[in-house]
């Protein structure tokens, strides 16, 4: 790219950064300080204007950036990814959304500490949902060194370091000051220009090979250097038993965890009724599933326009391809309709970034302050010391975030959200379906199930070869690579209920009948909802 077209791209990529930090500053001015308008904004938004703000935090980087990536790179195995993220919308819709709304107040430890003991479960609960959280972010941070590298012409490890710092430094800036209110309206935003910039690009694509699906298919699979085998499963997973493992163990992550996700859960609290919040739930799934068609178009485009090798070369990972492919779409490097798509593109998906890592900053500094705090503290004070709290907790975190993401940088964003799911899958869904479904479930039931789930899917994937023992793992050097999977998912999420049930029968006390009474009761009607 020329020094004018940089100059362009970077006045766009600026002007959403001017846009979200002024929402953050008008609802700064505006808000109240209390717990409830900092953590979930009031619960003063809309069915639709919340479904919009689950779609903009849902839609991530790994979505944009990292599965378009893997269908260009590996076809019909990268497209595994959409379906999982997909199916697990049904999960969340049947089994989660209403009850969670009814149930809780703030954070997931508030559905369980509703009928346990409360101080271990929100420990517990509370580690876990920080640790997801963290998880997820060292994707978002991956993504945006990838993204902001390649809009500045330089791929080196250098230019990628700021940009993680940069966007660490936007998030803490934008939960300390904002909260949920502004990060629910950076959502929209990013929802809104993420679906049309996706719309304008699959139509394009569409429009190359004149609405002739199996020509653009044929033409990935001839520009993949694959062949045929490009168009069918078994390139990333079907070689061994080993990769067809991660296959079952990936897709059990990527359907159960999104059920667990604290920064998902959370926004269910934002809207004033258990029926805003299934409706919100309805308008998300609409929104993502048109979503996601369109990322299968841009991912197989990617391997048909610019090619396989050029997308690889590019970032080795494939986090890339949808910037390259609107840059080719556009009339290619060094023409003007090239940059700007190009840059247009890259602004978007650097607000998809930045609006991610907003809500899960947020999701997590609330577990910090609402659960871990206000337990170890024992007592609970005002509600602004809490959010002070909060507001430290979420500088903290973005340290924590920007340093794991530093590591990470050349690992696909998609693959390291899989293992968030994957410890969201084994840490957070069993606390939470055994608390809302099973009347015998105890505290020392809950506690096991959170740490059950949690300590083996961390040691897993610290015995993989993403830590170890592989070119592309985070240590190359070193080799300490004891489990054979890339995602713990398969073993550690059965491990999560099992710690849970076995935990529930060998505890000494009994379960309280007349607080599963009264939480039944709460998640189905709502009766006594907060």
Request: proline residues 3%.
């Amino acid at each position: 790219m020329t020094g004018d077209h940089q100059k362009l791209a970077l006045l766009l990529f600026s002007g959403f950064v001017a846009v979200t930090l002024g929402i953050t500053t008008w609802v700064s001015r505006r808000r109240r300080g209390s717990a409830e308008e900092f953590y979930v904004g009031g619960r003063l938004f809309s069915p639709m204007e919340n479904g919009f703000a689950i779609a903009g935090d849902y839609m991530s980087a790994a979505s944009f950036l990292g599965v378009t990536g893997l269908i260009a790179l590996y076809g019909y195995d990268g497209m595994l990814y959409v379906v999982g993220f997909l199916v697990a919308w049904l999960v969340v819709l049947f089994l989660v959304a209403e009850l969670v709304r009814n149930c809780g107040r703030f954070t997931l430890a508030d559905v369980v500490a509703a009928r346990m003991s409360e101080r271990p479960v929100r420990i517990a609960a509370g580690t876990s949902s920080v640790t997801v959280s963290v998880l997820y972010l060292v994707a978002q941070m991956v993504g945006a060194g990838s993204l902001v590298a390649l809009l500045l012409g330089r791929t080196s490890g250098a230019a990628q370091a700021w940009a993680v710092i940069g966007v660490g430094a936007l998030m803490v800036i934008y939960v300390s000051l904002g909260g949920m209110r502004a990060t629910t309206w950076i959502q929209i935003v990013k929802a809104v220009l993420l679906l049309s910039g996706t719309i304008a690009l699959t139509a394009l694509v569409l429009l190359r090979f004149h609405g002739d699906v199996d020509r653009l298919l044929l033409t990935a699979a001839d520009h993949s250097g694959h062949g045929r085998a490009f168009l069918a499963p078994g390139l990333k997973y079907g070689g061994t038993w080993t990769a067809r493992l991660d296959f079952i163990s990936l897709g059990l992550a990527l359907v159960l965890g999104t059920g667990g996700l604290p920064h998902i859960l959370s926004r269910f609290y934002t809207v004033p009724t258990a029926r805003a919040a299934r409706r919100s739930a309805v308008w998300s799934i609409g929104l993502i599933g048109g979503f996601y068609l369109m990322t299968i178009v841009l991912g197989f485009g990617a391997a048909a326009v610019v090619g396989t090798d050029a997308v690889r070369g590019s970032n080795a990972a494939g986090n890339t391809a949808v910037p390259l492919l609107a840059l080719d779409l556009g009339g290619g490097a060094g023409s003007t309709g090239g940059t700007v798509l190009f840059a247009v593109v890259a602004a978007v998906a650097f607000a998809t970034i930045l609006a991610v890592v907003a809500g899960i900053t947020l999701a997590s500094s609330a577990s910090v302050a609402h659960d871990l705090y206000a337990s170890l503290r024992r007592s609970r004070g005002k509600a602004h010391s809490e959010v002070a709290v909060a507001r430290w907790a979420a500088v903290g975190i973005g340290v924590v975030a920007i340093a794991l993401g530093l590591l990470a940088r050349d690992l696909n964003v998609a693959f390291l959200v899989g293992l968030a799911f994957a410890v969201a899958a084994s840490a957070n869904l069993p606390v939470l379906l055994y608390s809302l479904f099973w009347r015998g479930f105890t505290t020392r039931g809950a506690v096991w199930a959170v740490y059950g789930g949690l300590i083996p899917a961390l040691g897993l994937v610290l015995l993989s070869p993403v830590v170890s023992g592989n070119p592309t793992s985070l240590f190359p050097d070193v080799d300490f690579q004891y489990f054979p999977l890339q995602n713990p998912g398969i073993v550690s999420i059965p491990l999560g209920f099992l710690a849970g049930w076995l935990g529930t029968i060998t505890s000494d006390e009994g379960a309280d009948e007349a607080k599963y009474a009264e939480t039944e009761v709460r998640s189905l009607t709502g009766a006594g909802a907060v």
